[in-house]
């Protein structure tokens, strides 16, 4: 039980209530309280975790349920996908830079909080990481995981945490000095996946993008901690220190000239793949959608017989050529723009849905590619004040989950208590 102290409700809620005369036969509770337990814990299963842990409140069965290992294994056999997002607030680089070289930790001390986003029902809940060290920010997601990556110069701590439990699993430091690396993460049922690479320390004052190292363990048994390294093509740029995990591969943007860095985790290999329209491009992302990797990016050239336009590319299986998959209509791009005002922008995708927000501004809208339906988003109402600033938000594709079992092969690594971070 001690290991999950905060689990008894992590989400802050905003109700809204609605009375009626009318009442549904279907839910009749003659009919629910003969229906057997495993069929009830069968639906338990598929609510979605806000859902879930209001249902704990219920009795103490329900309660003890996030314990029960034959519920775990039922809820991992059929619960739903849930392509969700999990926005937080950041500052940009240069900010951790000035307060570090003024004495600073690179965070107030305040208890950090994110913003879980569920596109199908648009509603924001709010999620607090009470147990999180001081000095950490997040860095990427997958598997129901995020890592955590200290905001120190020096070899970097990671942290595996589940957001919605509320549980830590420190990795072993890297062996390399680093400032803002890039960083990319893979889960899977079986196997855990972690390539750092890029802003090398080569001296106290200078970084330069030479090298990334890997961490990798499995369920067969095979571990590599941090044993694999490989040198980063010449002349690249990690500006946004983001990757993206396609099908075994990491993909990051490359900046001066645009072009795409991949990097195929089995081999240990880097190349560079051409971005298209390269020398006409604005603020341009890289997300996976639906097993794909996307492009997207902003057109912009007066001398170019369309229009300026946000667009989206889909990466072929050659692995070479781009094709335009997705346009913002051109109504909406003019009023995305003038919002925008070439500030930038950030995307995230997760399944069919895309996010694109405006740096600076609480405004961003979402692209339900099955649908072909863009919509702007509600402000969060757990964020007071503009985006200048606090930062701005940064999202990540999340898929909440009850159970992380993988975290369990980390177990023989995790001797050293999670305050052995702070320092």
């Given at each position: 039980?001690?290991?999950?102290?905060?689990?008894?409700l992590p989400?802050?809620?905003t109700?809204?209530?609605s009375?009626?005369?009318?009442t549904?036969?279907?839910?009749?509770?003659?009919?629910?309280?003969?229906?057997?337990?495993?069929?009830?814990?069968?639906?338990?299963?598929?609510?979605?975790?806000?859902?879930?842990?209001?249902a704990?409140?219920?009795?103490?069965?329900?309660?003890?349920?996030?314990f029960?290992?034959?519920?775990?294994?039922?809820?991992?056999?059929?619960?739903?996908?849930?392509?969700?997002?999990?926005?937080?607030?950041?500052k940009?680089?240069?900010?951790?830079?000035?307060?570090?070289?003024?004495?600073?930790?690179?965070?107030?001390?305040?208890?950090?909080?994110?913003y879980?986003?569920?596109p199908?029902?648009?509603?924001?809940?709010?999620?607090?990481?009470?147990?999180?060290?001081?000095?950490?920010?997040?860095?990427?997601?997958?598997?129901?995981?995020?890592?955590?990556?200290?905001?120190?110069?020096?070899?970097k701590?990671?942290?595996l945490?589940?957001?919605i439990?509320?549980?830590?699993t420190?990795?072993?430091?890297?062996?390399?000095?680093?400032l803002?690396?890039?960083?990319?993460?893979?889960?899977t049922?079986?196997?855990?996946?972690?390539?750092v690479a890029?802003?090398?320390?080569?001296?106290?004052?200078?970084?330069?993008?030479?090298?990334?190292?890997?961490f990798?363990i499995?369920?067969?048994?095979?571990y590599?901690?941090?044993?694999?390294?490989?040198s980063?093509?010449?002349?690249?740029?990690?500006?946004?220190?983001?990757?993206?995990n396609?099908?075994?591969?990491?993909y990051?943007?490359?900046?001066?000239?645009?072009s795409?860095?991949?990097?195929?985790?089995?081999?240990?290999?880097w190349?560079?793949i051409?971005?298209?329209?390269?020398?006409?491009?604005?603020?341009?992302?890289?997300?996976?959608?639906?097993?794909?990797?996307?492009?997207v990016?902003a057109?912009?050239?007066?001398?170019l017989?369309?229009?300026?336009?946000?667009?989206l590319?889909?990466?072929q299986?050659?692995?070479?050529?781009?094709v335009?998959?997705?346009?913002?209509?051109?109504?909406?791009y003019?009023?995305?723009?003038?919002?925008e005002?070439?500030?930038?922008?950030?995307?995230?995708?997760?399944?069919?849905?895309?996010?694109?927000?405006?740096?600076g501004?609480?405004?961003?809208?979402?692209?339900?590619?099955?649908?072909?339906?863009?919509?702007?988003?509600?402000?969060?109402?757990?964020?007071?004040?503009?985006?200048?600033?606090d930062?701005?938000?940064?999202?990540?594709?999340?898929?909440?989950?009850?159970a992380?079992?993988?975290?369990?092969?980390l177990?023989?690594?995790?001797?050293?208590?999670?305050?052995?971070?702070n320092?």
């Amino acid at each position: 039980m001690e290991a999950f102290p905060s689990m008894t409700l992590p989400f802050s809620y905003t109700f809204t209530s609605s009375t009626s005369n009318n009442t549904n036969p279907w839910m009749d509770s003659r009919i629910w309280s003969k229906l057997p337990q495993r069929l009830l814990d069968r639906v338990i299963a598929f609510l979605p975790p806000p859902a879930f842990f209001r249902a704990r409140c219920v009795c103490k069965r329900w309660y003890g349920l996030l314990f029960s290992n034959s519920f775990l294994e039922l809820y991992l056999q059929i619960s739903p996908s849930r392509h969700w997002f999990l926005f937080f607030k950041q500052k940009s680089l240069k900010s951790f830079v000035y307060r570090n070289n003024n004495g600073g930790n690179g965070d107030n001390g305040a208890t950090c909080e994110g913003y879980l986003f569920d596109p199908y029902e648009i509603q924001w809940y709010r999620l607090f990481f009470a147990l999180l060290p001081s000095g950490f920010s997040p860095a990427s997601s997958s598997g129901g995981l995020i890592i955590w990556v200290s905001n120190e110069a020096g070899t970097k701590s990671l942290i595996l945490n589940n957001p919605i439990l509320g549980s830590l699993t420190p990795l072993p430091p890297t062996l390399r000095s680093r400032l803002f690396p890039s960083i990319g993460l893979a889960v899977t049922p079986t196997s855990i996946d972690v390539t750092v690479a890029g802003d090398d320390l080569i001296s106290p004052y200078a970084v330069k993008n030479l090298t990334a190292e890997n961490f990798h363990i499995d369920g067969s048994g095979f571990y590599s901690i941090w044993g694999t390294s490989s040198s980063l093509p010449r002349l690249c740029s990690f500006e946004n220190g983001k990757m993206v995990n396609v099908e075994g591969k990491f993909y990051s943007m490359n900046y001066n000239p645009f072009s795409v860095l991949a990097h195929d985790i089995i081999s240990n290999s880097w190349w560079k793949i051409q971005a298209p329209m390269r020398r006409f491009l604005r603020s341009p992302s890289l997300v996976e959608s639906k097993g794909k990797l996307l492009l997207v990016a902003a057109v912009e050239k007066s001398q170019l017989n369309v229009p300026k336009s946000l667009r989206l590319w889909s990466l072929q299986t050659c692995g070479t050529m781009w094709v335009e998959v997705e346009r913002m209509p051109q109504q909406l791009y003019v009023q995305f723009s003038e919002l925008e005002n070439g500030n930038g922008f950030r995307c995230v995708s997760h399944g069919e849905f895309v996010v694109i927000s405006i740096a600076g501004l609480d405004k961003a809208l979402l692209f339900d590619m099955s649908r072909k339906r863009w919509q702007w988003l509600p402000p969060c109402p757990y964020i007071h004040g503009g985006c200048e600033e606090d930062g701005d938000l940064h999202g990540f594709a999340y898929e909440p989950r009850l159970a992380t079992p993988v975290t369990g092969l980390l177990d023989q690594f995790t001797q050293l208590p999670y305050q052995s971070f702070n320092g």
